[in-house]
């Protein structure tokens, strides 16, 4: 057995193989899995090769209960080093700077949500063994880390990280760029570039000449030259390109806030720029090469994804050896999959995907094309919340690291499937489905079915992986129907603006006609209830208002419930929103309340005053410290619904934000739905 195999899961060593047996449905348990199972955080929240190869770093909570940074000596018997660990706060993101040393940020996970708005995370940096711990930028409000030269401060905690190098033909890099980010209402003023040493913790100017005042957004190369800079002045965005360090800005474009024609992607060590811009009758984003000559992006795509907008990443070498070069691109349709041009990389995929069939495998090599290369495996499946695994190409060996919930077996997850159906105007609804399996002997039927809305709404809702929240219910018995109604990102411009100024109304509908579909299809039954968080708690409350017959009983958390709030705010109501968001954006996309008509609009499509309206029983969950729907929205809502006869279910979570961080809330959630929902679907 393993040191990673004690640590982690307990699983040793093995040449890997999927059986017959393990590919055959298991018999659903009588008992589901308990609320835990799905909601705590993940065994292993990341995990990442050095740039040689020779060491493992992941974080996981397995030993403590706080997230701690744990090495793994790959090239000595998997020998394990702390690189990191606190009492009082938890591990999160963290990059390999070089092959020893590691810099990472903190949060306490076992503060709510709302802490987010309170602490900034800092940043901060050790040996991989855990000695020479040095604070680089101090986090705001939250507990401080001591550690090296008293004589060095760190940073304030307005700077973030902006890149980390990767190595050069002259070795490895000791230094990485920050930038300071400071905000007035909301919105970003200024983001300045400085290299910090990670051993010394001392700073040297990135000597960068800024195009003009106003930088809110730099891209550069692998070796942290800035080649691109955004610019955000009086409401209008310009775009700079320098060829090299030193050449002169040139502008690329120039438009109102957030109009540009084209989005900056990548820039690459050869001078190549890559952009996203949208195509085509659907308006569907893809990627393309920028062409200096001409001064507009090329006619022709490097990459799209028909059906949906590029979401993902081009992949460009990291070694030494490969630094800079294009080597594939990552992107997520229905779901995430990768395109190697690389031969090595693309046979490598192929083994993967071979030994894991079913899966997403995102893999990750170090010293790719010698002889001691070493892949690190990311693999999950609509049933399979997800495991990490080794694989060394010179032996053909495979080694689990983890599983990511330990707590879920995938026989008895349920499948999910992406449809797309026509809604009343004959617009294309994408729409997920997550099916419970079958028990054995057990024939189709329509089953009870919880239409679950996503928030934002301008973001996509879903992808093919497993997801704890409809996962969860599925285990109960439910099918679950998440339609990406108009208004949702992912699917294209013209998808996404169909929404403007649709609360309440089709978008509520697009809605309403996925569990119509899904009932004709004999999937869901005639017993439904519907939920959901944020945008998506609006649309459970308009849809107990506007569709009353749909609906058995309605759950909305952290949900939005007066539109004139929402897009005016308020002297006395904190929230996070912007200045341009309510100038702009949300008049754009919700209403203009200063319009006699759009007013009039907000305030009947808001479900504060649709209350009346709602006859079936309502479950009310919101955060305390909630900035981005506050707490009033609730509290308003539970008045209407009182003085409309129907008190709700009602719940408040101290220290919560927009959403539950707390394992302890989002089990306790979890098992406050389940009980609520029982009595109108079983």
Known sequence: MTRIGRLISGCAALALAVSAAAAQPAAVPAVPPPASAFFAYPQVLDAQLSPDGHRLALSTAYRTGRVALYVFDLQDNNRISQAASFRDTDVTRFDWVNDERLVFSVTDLQAGSGESYRVAPGLFSARFDGTELRALISRQGGPSVTGGSARVQALPWSYRLLHVPAPTAEGPSEEVLLGEQVFDGGELQALGPVWQNVRTGRTRSAKVDAPASGVVGWWFNSVGEPLVALVLANDQHTLFHRSAPGAEWQVLAQAPRDRLPFTPLRVDDNGSFYVTQNSGREGLRVVKRYDFTAKRPEAEPLVSAPGFDFSGQLLHGSDADSRGQLLGVRLTTDAETTVWF???????????????????????????????????????????????????????????????????????????????????????????????????????????????????????????????????????????????????????????????????????????????????????????????????????????????????????????????????????????????????????????????????????????????????????????????????????MREALEKAGRTPEWIVYPGEGHGWRLPANRVDFAERLERFLAPHLK
Not at 502 to 523: N, R
């Open 342 to 636: 690389d031969p090595s990389l693309k046979a490598l995929q192929a083994v993967a995907d071979t030994a894991l069939p079913g899966r997403v495998n995102r893999i990750s090599c170090r010293r790719c094309g010698h002889p001691d290369a070493v892949v690190l495996v990311r693999s999950w499946s609509d049933q399979h919340p997800g495991e990490l695994l080794l694989y060394r190409p010179g032996t053909q060996s495979w080694q689990r690291v983890s599983v990511v919930q330990p707590g879920i077996n995938p026989r008895w997850s349920a499948t999910v499937k992406l449809e797309r159906i026509a809604a009343r105007d004959g617009r294309s609804i994408p729409v997920w489905i997550t099916q419970p399996p079958l028990s054995a002997g057990e024939a189709p039927a329509p089953r009870p079915a919880v239409v679950m809305v996503h928030g934002g709404p301008w973001v996509r809702g879903h992808q093919w992986r497993w997801e704890p929240m409809a996962q969860f219910l599925a285990s109960r018995g439910y099918v679950v129907i998440e339609p990406e109604f108009r208004g949702s990102a992912g699917y294209g411009a013209t998808h996404q603006r169909a929404g403007y100024k649709q609360f309440g109304k089709a978008m509520q509908d697009d809605v309403a006609d996925a569990l119509l579909w899904a009932q004709k299809q004999g999937i869901a039954s005639d017993r439904a209830c519907i939920a959901g968080a944020s945008y998506g708690g609006y649309a459970t409350l308009m849809g107990l208002a506007r569709h009353p017959e749909l609906y058995r009983c309605g759950a909305a958390w952290v949900a939005l419930t007066d539109l004139l709030l929402y897009v005016e705010g308020s002297w006395w109501v904190d929230d996070d929103i912007s200045d341009f968001g309510r100038r702009v954006s949300l008049i754009e996309r919700v209403g203009n309340p200063k319009e006699e008509t759009e007013r009039a609009m907000l305030v009947a499509m808001s479900p504060i005053h649709q209350a009346e309206r709602i006859q079936a029983p309502v479950l009310l969950a919101f955060g305390e410290d909630d900035r981005r729907i506050p707490l009033q929205h609730g509290k308003r």
